[in-house]
C-alpha cells in the first residue's frame, strides 16, 4: 500500500494538547512547523537541537550549566551507558534522569550506530548484532530485544527503535536488504517496548535511494510509532543529498508526529532542515568543536588558537549574549587554549552550545512570524561573511 | 637590634578602618585572630585561603563560579603568565583583573618558586636567577627589580618580594647564605616599587633554623612591607617542623599585618597554622587533587576512583552543602571519572574548593565565638574517624 502525500495534511486540525505532539503553527510557505513534544519530565518546544550527553553527562556542564543555556531535553547513548556503568546498574540507581541529577527530558538512541560505527569487527545476524567493547574488548551480542530492554532500563522518556545504520556509500542491493532488516528490527522493537511512560521512535533508513526511503517510511507507518526519524544521514554524504532524501521522505511523515533528523548536524544543516520540516536535531558538533577550539559565530566558525587573535579584544561574537562572549576576549579565551587551560573546555562549550540553542530560538520565533525565509537569507548573508 | 616579642601587643589597640589589614578579633588563648584585608579591589575576611589560577584561571572555574563559591581572593602565578602570555600583554589588555575578567582582589606570587622549582638548569647569581622556560626552553633573566617590574604589570592588589626558596634539607651555611641574599633581594623588591594601589609583602626564609627565621623577620621588618609571609615551608618538612617554624617566627610579625603562610596546605595544616596566627594561605591542593580524585571531607580524604564507591549512593561528604554534594551520588562521581568525563574535574573541582572555604569560613566563625580550641579539637575527631 503505497502511501499518499496527503498524511502531511493532517496538520490542518488543531493537535489535542494531551498528545505527544502538538503543532502549534504551520509556515505558510514551507514543510517547517512550531511545535511542542510533551514528555513525563516535560514539554520541548520544537524544533529543538538536543545536546548530546553521550555516557551520563554532557561534557563539562552541570544540570544546572544546562537549565541555564535553556536545554530542555538531551540525547545520551545507550551504547555507552550499557558497556558502563550498565544498564541494570542505572536502573537501580533510580534510571538516568536521578541518576545524572537531570530532571528534563532525555531520549536514548538504541545502540546501532555506535555498534557499527565504534566496532570494526561487529557482526551483524538476523538475529542482532555481535560486537566487542571499545573499552576493554569485552564480547557483546545486542537485539532489537535487547536493545529496547537497555532503554527501558535507562528510563529516557523517548527511546529509538533499534537500526542497522548503513555506511555511505552504499548499493542498492546492499541499501535494500539492510532497510528490510531494520524494518523487522523496528516490528522486533515495537514488541518488546512495554513502558507506557516512554515513547517510542521508529528510524527510517534506505540509504539515497528515494524508493527505499519511501519503502522505510511506509514499513514504520504500518507498525505505528510515537514519532519518526530519518536515520543514515550525516555519514559523510553532501548537504545536497542529505537535504535530497528530506525533500524525498518528509511528505511521506505523519504530520502530527515529531520528525527527528539524526545526528545533524551543522548550523546551516539546522536551518535547511527545519525549512524542510524537521523538529528534532542532536550533533556532537557544538560540544566536540569546543574542545578542540572551533567556536561557531553569527559569521561562521573561528578557530580561537589562530595566532591572529591573540591581540583581538573582541569577545568570540559581538552579537552572542552568552556568558562567555560577555565576559572574555578572543585574546583571553586563546590564550586560555593554548595554555590548555580546563576553562577553555567550559567557556568554548557554554558558547557553542548558547549559539545552537540560540539558533533554534531565532528558528522558532521565525517560523511564528512566518519570516522563515527571510530569516534563512539574513543566516546566509552574515553566516558567509567570514570572521 | 633584636626584636621583642611585644611587637605583637599592637594587637591590643583596635585597627584604623583605613588600614590594609584590620584585626576584628583576637583569640583569647591563641596567636589566632580574625581579620579583614583591605584592597583596591575589595576586602578579604580573614584568615583566608587563597585559590591558586596559575596561568590567568583557576582550572576549570569561571569567575561566576568562584563568586558563588565565596572566594574573595585569588592567587596567581607571575613566573607562568610573564612566559606566557607575557606580562607586558597582560599590562596592554588592561591588567590581569580586566583580562581574566575578575574584579575581586588578586596575589601575585614574585616567581623565585616557580622558577626554582620548575628548572633543573636555574643559575643564581647576586644580580638574580637565570633559568630556561619549561614552555619552550626559551632563556631568561630574573632579578628583584625584572619581578616587581612584571608583577606591577599584572597589576595584582597584593605582590611579593622577589626571594630564594631554599630546598629541604639545607645545611645550615646554605640556608644562611640563602637568606642574606633573600634580605638583599627583599631590598631591591622595595626599592623598585611604586605602584601605590599594590600592596608588597616581604617573604620570612631561614630553612628549619629558628635563628635564621628571627634574622629573615627582623631583616624585613627594618625595610618594612606591607605584609609578611613565612615562605620555604610545605618544600618536604613534615608537619611538626613546619609548626614549629611557626611557633618560632609569628611572634616577632607585626601583629597589625597580615601573616601569610606560602604555599599551605592540607586541611590540618590550616587549623594548626591559623591556630598558631597566620591570616593568610594559599594552596593548589584543592583544586590539583579534585584532578586526580581526591576528595577533601570531613572524615578525610577519599579517593574517588576507589571500587568501594561503586555502588555509592551518599554524596562525596554528607555533611557537605555544596552543588555536587547537594546533587550527585559517589557512585555517579565515580563513573564519570572513571570515564575520563570532563564534568568530573568540574564537580570534583566545586567540592574541594567549597571543602576549603567553608573550612576557612568555620575558623573564621570559631575565633569570632572563642571556641576555636574545642572546632580544632572537633575537627580531629571526625577527621580522623576514616569515611
Known amino acids: 500500500m503505497p502511501l499518499q502525500k496527503q498524511v502531511s495534511t493532517k496538520t490542518d486540525s488543531p493537535s489535542s494538547p494531551d498528545q505527544h505532539f502538538q503543532v502549534l503553527s504551520d509556515s505558510k510557505n514551507s514543510p517547517a512547523r512550531r511545535g511542542r513534544v510533551t514528555t513525563t519530565h516535560g514539554s520541548i518546544e520544537t524544533p529543538a537541537f538536543m545536546t548530546v550527553g553521550t555516557a551520563g553527562s554532557v561534557k563539562g556542564m552541570t544540570p544546572e550549566d544546562l537549565k541555564t543555556l535553556g536545554a530542555e531535553i538531551i540525547l545520551s547513548n545507550a551504547y555507552h551507558l550499557y558497556l558502563r556503568p550498565g544498564h541494570q546498574f542505572i536502573e537501580k540507581k533510580g534510571g538516568l534522569h536521578q541518576f545524572m541529577a537531570w530532571d528534563r527530558p532525555i531520549l536514548t538512541d538504541s545502540g546501532g550506530y555506535q555498534i557499527f560505527s ?178 561557531f559565530t553569527s559569521r561562521g566558525e573561528l578557530h580561537i588558537k589562530n595566532a591572529r587573535y591573540k591581540d583581538d579584544d573582541l569577545p568570540i561574537d559581538p552579537d552572542c549574549h552568552c556568558y562567555t562572549c560577555s565576559h572574555f576576549s578572543r585574546a583571553y579565551l586563546r590564550h586560555l587554549f593554548i595554555s590548555k587551560e580546563l576553562l577553555a573546555l567550559r567557556l568554548n562549550t557554554l558558547h557553542n552550545l548558547y549559539y545552537y540553542l540560540s539558533l533554534m530560538f531565532k528558528l522558532r520565533k521565525a517560523i511564528e512570524q512566518h519570516s522563515l525565509e527571510k530569516f534563512r537569507q539574513d543566516f546566509y548573508k552574515t553566516h558567509n561573511m567570514g570572521i
Chains 1, 2 share one sequence.
Open 118 to 295: 565504534l566496532n570494526d569487527l561487529s557482526k551483524i545476524t538476523e538475529e542482532g548484532v555481535a560486537f566487542q567493547s571499545h573499552i576493554d574488548g569485552s564480547r557483546h551480542f545486542v537485539s532489537p530485544e535487547k536493545a529496547i530492554e537497555i532503554e527501558a532500563a535507562l528510563g529516557a522518556d523517548i527511546i529509538m527503535a533499534f537500526d542497522e545504520c548503513l555506511e555511505y556509500p552504499a548499493d542498492y542491493k546492499r541499501a535494500s536488504d539492510s532497510l528490510q532488516r531494520t524494518l523487522r528490527w523496528a516490528s522486533r522493537s515495537k514488541s518488546a517496548h512495554h513502558r507506557e511512560d516512554q515513547f517510542l521512535y521508529g528510524i527510517i533508513q534506505g540509504g539515497c535511494y528515494p524508493d527505499l526511503r519511501k519503502q522505510g517510511i511506509e514499513g514504520l507507518l504500518n507498525l505505528g510509532f510515537d514519532g519518526y526519524a530519518v536515520g543514515g544521514l550525516s555519514v559523510g554524504e553532501p548537504q545536497e543529498k542529505m537535504l535530497k532524501v528530506l525533500e524525498q521522505v518528509v511528505p511521506f511523515m505523519p504530520a502530527d508526529k515529531p520528525r527527528y533528523l539524526m545526528g545533524v548536524g551543522r548550523p546551516q544543516d539546522l536551518v535547511e532542515a527545519v525549512s524542510r520540516g524537521i523538529d528534532l536535531f542532536d550533533c556532537v558538533l557544538p560540544t566536540r568543536h569546543a574542545r578542540t577550539g572551533s567556536l
